[in-house]
């Protein structure tokens, strides 16, 4: 057996054991060595494995070696001939590292490092300019950092050289961020590309790179607004584009988790640069100057409706001075009435909507359900929420979180309630589809 020291972490080395006949090799790079066993990186696949060592291990060592934990920088050519970006990147799992010591991911790649993982780029694009406002995972970001995003992005798409961003950002909260900046930022006159992965650049199954090359690719359509893209399948063949208003995540570890909700994915771009368009594009060209109106009112809330939930949750937002409340209600959009003859039980939500608006709060009703849409035509539950003043916006089919997202910054814009319904009545950016669109709910199923 060829005995190790410390200071031979990040070789090569392959080691083989016997175990009941049979040989079992590991090759890969040494992480670590605790007392018999030595921890590898194996070549395959980019885990760790702790593989212990015997007398009768056969062990060799190569001088190959690589700096462990410390992603590389490759810096990228210019090309007069292909499109300019800004690159902001904001954290997620796209840019995290493995801690050899620990075995998990952690967030400290600078966006140069990220990059560095797809050099495809250098021939589909030129990045002017890398921004990180922070590195945080998505789930911790708040309207501060949508508000600091979408400053970025407005300062990147008004000067007349830049084509395009691109942002990478954690999955979690992917579309939330797109949605923010969608109506932070008016009339986004150039594309807006958030991109994530599933798994860390150092992983074998690193879904990123694919992300970014198909990203890139897609800001020479210039096709203004703000998309998400990410893997379409679970294979490495195309990415959906898909508006970030309509754009949700479904899985929690798929590489195809993101799908287009009461809408077509805009389009696939495939690797080799190839792109099919599933909607007709001259539909989307927009030839205004962009506004920034990054205005977020922070005094703004979902609530979850659920079987024998509590509405006296609203008066705690009551006691708090909250502005609006967006209610995430069953099917159509219902909540639970409990109207007796005597007048209603204490679970009864109607008292308590109805107290929230004579406090002049604004109340949107959305539904749990993913796709379809609100609708106080059908059952008289939506008509007694009516007649208090919840609105449903002429039956809108908006995400609960585009409809937070959009009341939070309506309500920074005007100060009156007729204003701010029918602001909130507008379809700004594709947020609202005046009909069912045929197929997409088949579609979101493939």
């Known amino acids: 057996m060829c005995a190790l020291l410390k200071e031979d972490v990040g070789k090569l080395i392959t080691i083989t054991n016997v175990k ?41 060592i190569e001088d190959q070696k690589i700096s462990l934990g410390k992603p590389k920088v490759q810096p990228l050519n210019y090309n007069k001939d292909l499109p300019n970006i800004v690159y902001i990147g904001t954290g997620g799992t796209i840019g995290t590292h493995v801690d050899y010591n620990t075995g998990g991911v952690f967030m400290c790649r600078t966006p140069e490092e990220i990059i560095s993982t797809t050099p495809e780029l250098e021939k589909i694009i030129n990045i002017k300019e890398t921004k990180s406002p922070f590195i945080k995972a998505s789930e911790d970001l708040g309207y501060k950092d949508w508000q600091e995003i979408s400053k970025i992005v407005y300062n990147s798409i008004i000067q007349k050289e830049i084509d395009g961003v691109i942002i990478t950002h954690g999955t979690d909260t992917l579309s939330w961020t797109g949605s923010a900046i969608s109506f932070l930022i008016d009339n986004i006159n150039k594309p807006v590309l958030l991109v994530g992965a599933q798994k860390s650049p150092d992983r074998a199954s690193f879904d990123g790179s694919m992300n970014l090359i198909c990203a890139a690719h897609f800001v020479k359509e210039k096709i203004p607004g703000v998309y998400t893209v990410m893997h379409g399948s679970i294979n490495d063949d195309f990415c959906y584009v898909i508006k970030a208003v309509k754009s949700k995540k479904l899985h929690t570890s798929r590489r195809d988790s993101f799908r287009a909700i009461n809408d077509y994915p805009i389009a696939k771009v495939y690797q080799n640069g190839t792109i099919e368009y599933l909607v007709n594009k001259n539909e989307i060209v927009v030839l205004k100057q962009p506004i920034l109106n990054n205005l977020f009112c922070n005094k703004v809330a979902i609530i979850k409706v659920y079987p024998d939930s509590d509405p006296k949750i609203i008066d705690w937002y009551l006691e708090n001075n909250y502005k609006g409340l967006v209610i995430e209600g069953t099917a159509l959009g219902h909540v639970p009435i409990l109207k007796t003859e005597n007048g209603y039980e204490d679970n009864s939500w109607l008292p308590y909507l109805k107290k929230a608006i ?19 035509k059908v059952y ?23 409809a937070y997202l959009k009341l939070a910054n309506t309500l920074s814009r005007f100060k009156t309630k007729k204003e701010i319904i029918n602001f909130m009545k507008i379809n700004l950016v594709g947020e609202i589809s005046n009909k069912e669109i045929a197929g997409s709910f088949e579609k979101s199923l493939e």
Not at 21 to 48: A, P
Not at 384 to 395: A, D, P, R
């Open 380 to 402: 008289a539950n939506l008509r007694h929420l009516e007649k208090i003043g919840v609105e449903f916006l002429e039956q809108h089919d908006m995400l609960v979180e585009v």
């Open 358 to 376: 004579e406090n002049n709060v604004i109340v949107i009703m959305c539904s749990q359900s993913i796709f379809g849409r609100v609708n106080g």
């Open 20 to 60: 009941e006949d049979k040989e079992i090799t590991f090759r890969g790079y040494l992480v670590d060595i605790k007392d018999n066993f030595y921890k590898i990186r194996l070549l395959d696949n980019g885990y760790n494995v702790d593989v212990l060592v015997t007398s009768s291990s056969k062990v060799t």
